[in-house]
Nanobody, 125 residues
């Protein structure tokens, strides 16, 4: 089967930096758009940044100029470099892809709107 596994979260002080990674495992053929989303306590999930397979990016206004999304297609991994972190960035960060194509062993299959488990980011003031 396939998985999206995030790593790199943790506790950091205001103004600090963290780098999140999300690696897709399994017999991956291709991954379309990948993105980072976050959900703070008692708030709705929001998109942070997205990146297409060709490298086009989009960011939420709240993180523009501070966060950078990138991906390594050979490693099936997407990254989120977070700088100048603020307490309001505190949330569970999850990666997502709109479509992941993979070998099952006997066929080719797709996962749509596929999510990782998430990683906690806490920014102390």
């Amino acid at each position: 089967q396939v998985q999206l596994v995030e790593s790199g979260g943790g506790l950091v002080q205001t103004g600090g930096s963290l780098r999140l990674s999300c690696a897709a495992s399994g017999r991956i053929i291709s991954i379309d758009v990948m993105g980072w989303y976050r959900q703070a306590s008692e708030k709705q999930r929001e998109v942070v940044a997205t990146i297409t397979s060709s490298g086009s990016t989009n960011y939420a206004d709240s993180v523009k100029g501070r966060f950078t999304i990138s991906r390594d297609n050979a490693k099936n991994t997407v990254y989120l470099q977070m700088n100048s972190l603020k307490p309001e960035d505190t949330a569970v960060y999850c990666c997502n892809t709109n479509r992941l194509t993979y070998h099952t062993g006997s066929a080719v299959a797709n996962k749509y709107d596929y999510w990782g488990q998430g990683t906690q980011v806490t920014v102390s003031s």
